[in-house]
């Protein structure tokens, strides 16, 4: 039988983990002795993590604002604040 949404969500990293895991790929990147191989693979998985950021970060938008529409209708798109990788929702 396939996992439910809610056991995926129980054994995923919290954001506050995964943001701390970005600081530790961040710190190994810029120490010296990591190495160009070992630093384009913390990259990848740099990219990966802050994907999961991105996408958890979204899905807490989107609850909150069917939790309380009011905030989708308050703030207009050009004075809602940028994402925070750049990229647009």
């Given at each position: 039988m396939p996992?439910?949404?809610n056991t995926d969500q129980?054994?995923?990293?919290?954001?506050e983990e995964l943001i701390q895991r970005l600081?530790?790929?961040?710190?190994?990147?810029?120490n010296p002795d990591?190495?160009?191989?070992?630093?384009i693979s913390l990259y990848e998985e740099g990219i990966s993590v802050a994907e999961q950021c991105r996408n958890r970060l979204q899905e807490t938008r989107r609850k909150l604002?069917?939790?309380?529409?009011?905030?989708?209708?308050?703030?207009?798109?050009?004075?809602?604040?940028?994402?925070?990788?750049?990229?647009?929702?």
């Amino acid at each position: 039988m396939p996992a439910s949404k809610n056991t995926d969500q129980a054994t995923a990293p919290s954001i506050e983990e995964l943001i701390q895991r970005l600081e530790e790929i961040t710190r190994r990147i810029e120490n010296p002795d990591t190495g160009l191989e070992n630093s384009i693979s913390l990259y990848e998985e740099g990219i990966s993590v802050a994907e999961q950021c991105r996408n958890r970060l979204q899905e807490t938008r989107r609850k909150l604002e069917t939790i309380n529409p009011e905030l989708s209708k308050t703030r207009t798109e050009t004075t809602r604040p940028k994402d925070l990788f750049g990229m647009d929702s």
